[in-house]
């Protein structure tokens, strides 16, 4: 049962154009999202979260939206640079209930941004 | 920034011996680690919850038996995997989480990639 979702398994932009990575997730107890970045023989590394009580966060060029109603998130990336092309994965958490740090991965997005 | 150090970063093995990877956050203490496993271009899966100073939590579906953790500080967590075979072969990944981090931010080791011929 895969409770978070990444349906497309990779993307390619040009660089200085938008990146926009998509997340769907199933179990409504999730409250806390978060997308991570892995190079290859690398760890993933933190990026952006968002708190089910929001629906944007921005951080500099890396924004995540949520749409609680659709079970649905993203990520947007703008400008995109190539140094940006890597495996971005979403995760989920349900605070509530006492999960503390247990984080529900999705598969995964290629991205990659050419010059 | 809060640092999760793992080693070995590669290892190779023959089947059926046992093989101990360790994680360690380098500058902040954590009670709770957690360790993924990933396979070729697939999520990471979360396989145990490593607590301080008790028995690890498995996810089901994850041999405890094969997947020996533990917990011995508040800085190190080891995984041994016992008696492995090529399937065992993956990518194992640690992580924690600092406490002043803010909820449910995990730092991740950079991972051990297992290969058992």
């Known amino acids: 049962d895969q409770q978070v979702k990444q349906n497309s398994p990779s993307l390619s932009v040009q660089e200085g154009r938008i990146s926009i990575l998509n997340c769907d997730y199933t179990?409504?107890?999730?409250?806390?999202f978060l997308w991570y970045k892995k190079y290859p023989a690398e760890g993933p590394t933190f990026l952006i979260s968002?708190?089910?009580?929001?629906d944007k966060n921005e951080d500099g060029r890396f924004t995540v939206f949520l749409n609680k109603s659709a079970k649905h998130l993203s990520l947007h990336i703008v400008p995109s640079q190539p140094g940006d092309s890597a495996v971005y994965f979403c995760a989920a958490s349900a605070r509530r209930g006492g999960n503390t740090g247990k984080l529900i991965f999705g598969q995964g997005t290629t991205l990659q941004v050419k010059p | 920034g809060a640092v999760v150090s793992q080693h070995p970063s590669r290892v190779i093995c023959k089947s059926g011996t046992s093989v101990k990877i360790e994680c360690r956050s380098l500058?902040?203490?954590?009670?709770?680690m957690f360790w993924y496993r990933q396979f070729p271009k697939q999520s990471l899966m979360l396989m145990a919850t490593s607590n301080e100073g008790s028995k690890a939590t498995y996810e089901q579906g994850v041999e405890k038996d094969k997947f020996l953790i533990n917990h011995a500080s508040l800085t190190l967590s080891t995984l041994t995997v016992t008696s492995a075979h090529p399937e065992d072969s993956s990518f194992y990944i640690c992580?924690?989480?600092?406490?002043?981090?803010?909820?449910?931010?995990?730092?991740f080791g950079a991972g051990s990639r297992l290969t058992v011929l």
């Open positions: 179990n409504s107890m999730f409250d806390y």
């Open positions: 500058d902040f203490q954590a009670t709770t």
């Open positions: 992580s924690a989480r600092e406490a002043s981090s803010g909820a449910n931010v995990l730092t």
């Open positions: 968002i708190s089910s009580i929001k």
